[in-house]
């Protein structure tokens, strides 16, 4: 009876919990979306990468985590052949993506505060649409051979889906998931970070004028280091469960079957944190958000807006880095052009937007005069 309840109690809270990782997940990286490409703000370096990293949680949410749902809650896998393996393909593949481009990410963070100067030419947007590409083409490859490892067959008149490899095959394949997925990226990551942190921390900016720019440049480190350090620990027991089932002591009984839950729950949440933590590190993320609420509930009301303001603000990101004078402007438009864009500076650097500072006063004294 005991066994009974508690099957029943799981069939309640599992669907549950995967359909709030669903929904936060959607919500929350579509907003990121929504917020990077409706202010134009996709023609640097990090913000692509943070783009493509939301992409990536936005697929894993959508194409994964309600098929693995029914797993856990249906006796019959009800969405054929096809599915079986495309399914599991996309979770690879997604998580390799997410691994690799938080790589990228770290490498990225790392030239842009250790190397500002020399590594301009080599920050560029296109030399980032080509790593992004490489990063995606690299998922492919090593994510392709789940494409056969999982197979829809029946067992006792039942539909499963279910790995047809061998044992050993098996091994070898979770094994090298593991290092090229983790072990590699985690090492990269721990590396680049702290070396980058170490020189935040212990540097000493010649020209007093660059102390705000190092200050706000902590603050993006800190935002993507939380990023990482989610990824990390989120992903650490999926892959720990599989090593003990391969390599360790890992009985099949109820204990080990809500642990294995439990690891990919954790696991498939981590793509949709990472909104949450933009919000609660970045303001201009916040106030991205706020203003596609904003314009999502008064949209109706949007007709009988004749005159608005808008505010030039800094980039969602990179308005992080340094401190710039916002320059407001009215705007005699209706208040649905607004909701169309959110006005905001590329991420640049430091004498990138001092210029566009010094360009902007002067506009406005010729203006004035």
């Known amino acids: 009876i005991n066994g009974a309840g508690s099957w029943h109690l799981g069939s309640v809270i599992i669907p549950l919990a995967y359909l709030v990782i669903f929904l936060v997940g959607t919500v929350g990286n579509s907003l990121v979306l929504a917020v990077l490409l409706r202010s134009g703000q996709v023609n640097n370096t990090t913000n692509l990468f943070i783009l493509n990293l939301g992409v990536a949680d936005l697929c894993f949410i959508v194409f994964c985590v309600p098929f693995q749902a029914t797993i856990y809650t249906l006796d019959d896998w009800l969405f054929g052949p096809f599915m079986c393996k495309a399914v599991h393909f996309f979770i690879y593949l997604t998580m390799y993506a997410s691994s690799f481009t938080l790589t990228t990410v770290s490498l990225d963070r790392y030239l842009a505060i250790r190397y500002p100067l020399h590594s301009r030419e080599l920050r560029t947007p296109r030399n980032a649409l080509m790593a992004i590409g490489l990063i995606w083409g690299l998922s492919f490859i090593f ?18 889906c279910h790995p047809i490899w061998n044992i050993p095959q098996r091994k070898v394949m979770d094994l090298c998931t593991f290092i090229f997925s983790y072990v590699i990226p985690v090492l990269i990551l721990s590396l680049t970070y702290m070396r980058t942190i170490r020189y935040l921390w212990t540097s000493v900016d010649p020209i007093e004028v660059m102390s705000e720019s190092k200050k706000a440049k902590r603050k993006v480190t800190r935002m993507i280091i939380i990023v990482a350090v989610l990824f990390c620990l989120c992903w650490l027991p999926h892959h720990l469960v599989i090593l003990c089932v391969w390599f360790g002591y890992f009985p099949l009984n109820h204990a080990t079957y809500v642990l294995r839950i439990l690891s ?39 007709n009988k807006v004749h005159v608005a303001q808008a505010t030039h603000t800094v980039s969602t990101l990179e308005a992080d880095l340094t401190e710039v004078t916002h320059v407001s402007e009215p705007l005699h438009t209706r208040a649905s052009s607004i909701c169309r864009q959110i006005p905001a500076q590329p991420w640049g650097d430091p004498e990138q937007l001092e210029r566009q500072k010094k360009a902007a006063n002067a506009f406005i004294t010729f203006n004035i005069t």
């Open 143 to 160: 994510s392709g051979p789940y494409l056969s490892y999982y197979q829809e067959f029946q067992v006792a008149n039942v539909s499963v």
């Open 264 to 302: 990919h729950l954790i696991s498939y949440a981590n793509s949709c944190v990472n909104p949450i933590v933009y919000a609660l590190v970045s303001k201009h993320f916040r106030k991205g958000f706020k203003k596609i609420f904003n314009c999502l509930l008064h949209k109706k009301k949007a």
